[in-house]
């Protein structure tokens, strides 16, 4: 499936302060897919664990959705469309390869990744996440959050201890409550989410959300700009703000609204929207 | 990169950058470290480093080298390790933040389910509240009251920079035991008031609801008009941690309390929302 009319680009940037890239970033435009991952772990185990959930989800992704045929998971959740029951796979998938081989080296032992994954195509989008990584969609002129942080101060600004402010400036903003690779099951967020002509989507690990705020994100996407400007801009802004951690972006654009006009006005007459 | 510290006894002699593949150590003085002792053998070990890793091994001494007070042929070296040459020690810093402060850790799901059940606050989470406010106190002291014990974190690496955001502060380990509890759940409904298509009432899971036509939306309603006609997607209602907004994907079309929205408004307890023949009022509980 080609999809015409998705602008998709990303990047990763080690960031000022950190000797290495633990951040993982996959971009398959002809499948509509994109996907950043965050690692952690001693040493260099935590880009273990981001590049292998990238490459599992990859394989996957490839062999479920690439090939002649799409393959569809049996069972799962009604609720959820197909293509989100195909990512929660992929991910699931991921979190066995990771669990295993930080059980199998002793060197990698206790590393994990968060991820988030967008699935979309020109109707609708499946969102996947576990872990602090974010996604956000810019759906004119408004940014909203789509995926809620798996952390411990989300989890208190969710029961209203905290507010979101102090979260940000929390001490334990580190802390999360869930991750792909430290445990043999993972519990991932799905969501699927209409799409609309014009509509932004922007996948970032926490070292853009920790140096750019939503209000900052808000404006460069107000801006209108090309995927790639966009990744680059935001780049850029969270190296001037301190680069204190590596930063991951990707953003996937829907082509803007046709000119409103003889289209329009034919559906229209057919009672459509 | 790594240093190393010479010491004889508790103090320090020099201060070694490890900046060579390796270093040889003994009392002659063809060896990049000497150390003039009559316990030391004139080639007595050497410290090595290859890709990632650093090691010890001793060269035949007749005193023996010592890694953290065992006797070793050939040991890795990791963050404090000290090696130990008859009465002189040299001591192994890496620069990187050791393995196991990495700048993230996960709650084990134990903890996690804890905190999910355990009911009402508690002082361990009016502790980590006020930690949370403390956004330029030193983090170990911000922990080690929340957790209990003592943290894991070296304290060395605390940075006396404030001008730094927080997350630029060294990454504490909490002890994952001791779990600040969760307070009120709030959960959301939409009740249907007028025009049902489907159920009469819808909680509002996850982050984001629909509302439309489509099979897409998760809240279906009913056209208005002669043709019965209604948006695929008129509305969408996203939770920002406790608060919930809704946002027109049609603008104009939908109503809260009578007016049209365009672009957001915030949801309160009791609100009317009006999607063309579908009525709904929005519910906000607290368990």
New interface residues.
């Given amino acids: 499936m080609k999809n015409l009319h998705l602008e998709i680009a990303g990047r990763t940037d080690k960031g000022k302060?950190r000797?290495r890239n633990e951040d993982s970033l996959l971009l398959l435009p002809d499948l509509g897919l994109a996907v950043v991952a965050?690692g952690?772990?001693?040493?260099?185990?935590?880009e273990v664990a981001s590049g292998l959930a990238v490459d599992i989800i990859a394989q996957f992704a490839a062999k479920m959705l690439g090939g002649a045929r799409e393959i569809v998971p049996d069972g799962g959740d009604a609720r959820i469309s197909v293509r989100a029951r195909q990512l929660r796979h992929f991910i699931e998938n991921a979190n066995t390869m990771i669990f295993e081989k930080a059980r199998a080296f002793p060197k990698d032992h206790?590393m994990?990744t968060t991820v988030v994954a967008a699935l979309a195509d020109e109707?609708?989008i499946a969102v996947a996440h576990v872990g602090?990584s974010r996604l956000y969609l810019f759906?004119?002129?408004?940014l909203?959050?789509?995926?809620?942080d798996h952390s411990?101060?989300?989890?208190?600004?969710?029961?209203?201890?905290?507010?979101?402010e102090?979260?940000e400036?929390?001490?334990?903003?580190?802390?999360?409550?869930?991750?792909l690779g430290?445990?043999p099951r993972v519990k991932v967020?799905v969501?699927?989410?209409?799409v609309?002509r014009g509509d932004v989507l922007v996948l970032c690990s926490?070292g853009l959300t920790?140096?750019v705020s939503d209000a900052e994100l808000a404006a460069v996407l107000r801006s209108n700009e090309g995927a790639a400007e966009t990744v680059d801009r935001l780049i850029a802004m969270a190296l001037e703000?301190?680069g204190?951690?590596n930063v991951t972006v990707a953003v996937i654009r829907v082509a803007p609204p046709r000119p409103r006009g003889f289209l329009r006005f034919v559906r229209r007459l057919l009672?459509?929207? | 990169m790594p240093k190393l510290l010479l010491k004889f006894n508790a103090a320090v002699i020099k201060e070694i950058v490890f900046d060579k593949p390796s270093f040889s150590v003994g009392r002659k003085p063809d060896n990049d470290i000497v150390i003039d002792n009559p316990a030391v053998s004139g080639h007595h070990c050497k410290l090595a480093n290859i890709g990632?890793t650093y090691f010890v091994e001793d060269l035949e001494s007749t005193n023996g080298t010592y890694v953290n007070q065992k006797r070793v042929m050939k040991a890795g070296l990791h963050h404090n390790d000290v090696v130990t040459i008859a009465r002189h020690s040299i001591v192994f810093l890496e620069d990187?933040p050791?393995?196991?402060a990495?700048?993230?850790?996960?709650?084990?799901?134990a903890a996690?389910e804890a905190?999910a059940a355990s009911p009402g606050?508690s002082p361990a989470?009016e502790i980590?509240?006020a930690?949370?406010?403390?956004?330029s106190?030193p983090?170990a002291a911000?922990?080690e009251p929340?957790a209990g014990a003592p943290a894991m974190e070296s304290a060395p690496a605390v940075s006396p920079d404030k001008t730094?955001?927080?997350?630029?502060?060294p990454?504490?380990t909490?002890p994952p035991e001791p779990v600040?509890p969760?307070?009120?759940?709030?959960t959301a409904r939409l009740r249907v008031l007028k025009g049902a298509v489907s159920q009469p009432e819808f909680e509002l899971k996850?982050?984001?609801t629909?509302i439309?036509k489509?099979d897409?939306?998760q809240v279906p309603i009913q056209g208005s008009g002669i043709?019965k006609?209604a948006?695929?997607?008129a509305a969408s209602i996203?939770?920002?941690?406790?608060n919930y907004t809704l946002?027109a994907?049609?603008?104009g079309y939908p109503k809260v309390n009578g007016a049209d929205v365009t672009?957001?408004v915030p949801l309160k307890d009791g609100d009317i929302i009006v999607c063309g023949g579908t009525t709904l009022q929005f519910c906000v509980q607290k368990t």
């Fill in positions: 302060l000797d965050d952690m772990g001693g040493h260099n185990s935590g206790g994990g109707r609708s602090d759906r004119k002129g408004e909203t959050r789509l995926t809620e411990l101060v989300m989890d208190q600004v969710r029961h209203g201890l905290i507010t979101e102090q979260a400036k929390s001490n334990l903003q580190n802390i999360l409550t869930r991750a430290t445990e967020d969501e699927d989410h209409p609309f926490d920790k140096m703000a301190g204190v951690d009672g459509g929207r | 990632d990187a050791p393995p196991g990495d700048k993230t850790m996960v709650l084990p799901p996690v905190l606050p989470l980590v509240a930690a949370a406010e403390l956004d106190a983090p911000a922990s929340a730094l955001p927080p997350a630029a502060s990454q504490r909490l600040p969760a307070a009120a759940t709030t996850g982050t984001s629909y439309g489509s897409r939306a043709f006609s948006p695929e997607v996203h939770r920002k941690g406790e946002m994907i049609k603008d672009g957001q």
